[in-house]
T-cell receptor, first 109, second 112 residues
Framework: RKEVEQDPGPFNVPEGATVAFNCTYSNSASQSFFWYRQDCRKEPKLLMSVYSSGNEDGRFTAQLNRASQYISLLIRDSKLSDSATYLCAVNYGNTPLVFGKGTRLSVIA | DAGVIQSPRHEVTEMGQEVTLRCKPISGHDYLFWYRQTMMRGLELLIYFNNNVPIDDSGMPEDRFSAKMPNASFSTLKIQPSEPRDSAVYFC??????????FGPGTRLTVT
């Protein structure tokens, strides 16, 4: 099984801060990349796909760096409701997604 | 639209007992996945199906685990006999294309 690695955190940030997480993957042939969000005691939910050109959804920006084999998630103007665990997921060819163990974010008032 | 449905939501059982977890995928999704999540190991893929056919069961920990998908709207994951180390949250997910996966609420299993 290919490796997908994330800093487990926790990242403790004040409301309004900007925070970024990285996720490294080991297989340069990876094709599809995603960020999932998982609230405490809930299921993972798809947050956003990560496109080669980078993509933005409101306060969230996802980027792909193929040369260094990592994806990133940037959250601007953090809200208390952003507190969750963020899982990255990577697809290798025709195999299903491989998930990282997640990065825990805690936004503090 | 109804999402992925799992039952039971919680299961507490004694070591040695049989446990059956159930999943109803989203209608029209051709892929179904069973995962196990623990703090130590994160989210692990156990097995997945495409059009009701098991494709890869290499993640199934041992022979005590089995999974079936008799039709497009139902799948089971069975553990027999259960052991305390099987305690975890078991998620079922479905997908139209194996990439964007939609997870059910999970079954929290405790084996004492």
């Amino acid at each position: 099984r290919k490796e997908v690695e994330q800093d487990p955190g926790p990242f403790n940030v004040p409301e309004g801060a900007t925070v970024a997480f990285n996720c490294t993957y080991s297989n340069s042939a990876s094709q599809s990349f995603f960020w999932y969000r998982q609230d405490c005691r809930k299921e993972p939910k798809l947050l956003m796909s990560v496109y080669s050109s980078g993509n933005e959804d409101g306060r969230f920006t996802a980027q792909l760096n193929r040369a260094s084999q990592y994806i990133s998630l940037l959250i601007r103007d953090s809200k208390l409701s952003d507190s969750a665990t963020y899982l990255c997921a990577v697809n290798y060819g025709n195999t299903p997604l491989v998930f990282g163990k997640g990065t825990r974010l805690s936004v503090i008032a | 639209d109804a999402g992925v449905i799992q039952s039971p939501r919680h299961e507490v059982t004694e070591m040695g007992q049989e446990v059956t977890l159930r999943c109803k995928p989203i209608s029209g999704h051709d892929y179904l996945f069973w995962y196990r999540q623990t703090m130590m190991r994160g989210l692990e893929l156990l097995i997945y199906f495409n059009n009701n056919v098991p494709i890869d069961d290499s993640g199934m920990p041992e022979d005590r685990f089995s999974a079936k998908m008799p039709n497009a709207s139902f799948s089971t994951l069975k553990i027999q006999p259960s052991e305390p180390r099987d305690s975890a949250v078991y998620f079922c997910a479905s997908s139209p294309d194996s990439y964007e996966q939609y997870f059910g609420p999970g079954t929290r299993l405790t084996v004492t």
